[in-house]
Nanobody, 124 residues
Framework: QVQLVESGGGSVQAGGSLRLSCAASGDTESINVMGWFRQVPGKEREGVAVIYTGGGSLYYAHSVKGRFTISEDNAENTVYLQMNDLKPEDAAMYYC?????????????????WGKGTLVNISS
């Protein structure tokens, strides 16, 4: 089992920045990908950004490319999501997720472990 704990959500004005963190613990050797998904009420959870651990590939949703950056601290088993130039449409509950996947941005059912989520509010 892998446990994921997110932090860093909050409220910010459009154009501002936030940094999310996700610390993984437990059987972290069983996963090869960590990342962030987001969900708004009435919509499906969508992948935002993932990183294949150990210095591997990064994948982003088209809507956040150039604005969001995912990174990792292997020693701390922590993944970060730096979100810049935030837009009102970025407001959502952001979930950290982890799993074992081949490549690319996994679908929701491609991830095995989930955090509880952290809320991001954007005011225009």
């Amino acid at each position: 089992q892998v446990q994921l704990v997110e932090s860093g959500g909050g409220s910010v004005q459009a154009g501002g920045s936030l940094r999310l963190s996700c610390a993984a613990s437990g059987d972290t050797e069983s996963i090869n990908v960590m990342g962030w998904f987001r969900q708004v009420p009435g919509k499906e959870r969508e992948g935002v950004a993932v990183i294949y651990t150990g210095g591997g590939s990064l994948y982003y949703a088209h809507s956040v490319k150039g604005r969001f950056t995912i990174s990792e601290d292997n020693a701390e088993n922590t993944v970060y999501l730096q979100m810049n130039d935030l837009k009102p449409e970025d407001a959502a509950m952001y979930y950290c997720a982890a799993g074992f996947y081949a490549s690319g941005l996994p679908p929701e059912n491609g991830m095995d472990y989930w955090g509880k989520g952290t809320l991001v509010n954007i005011s225009s």
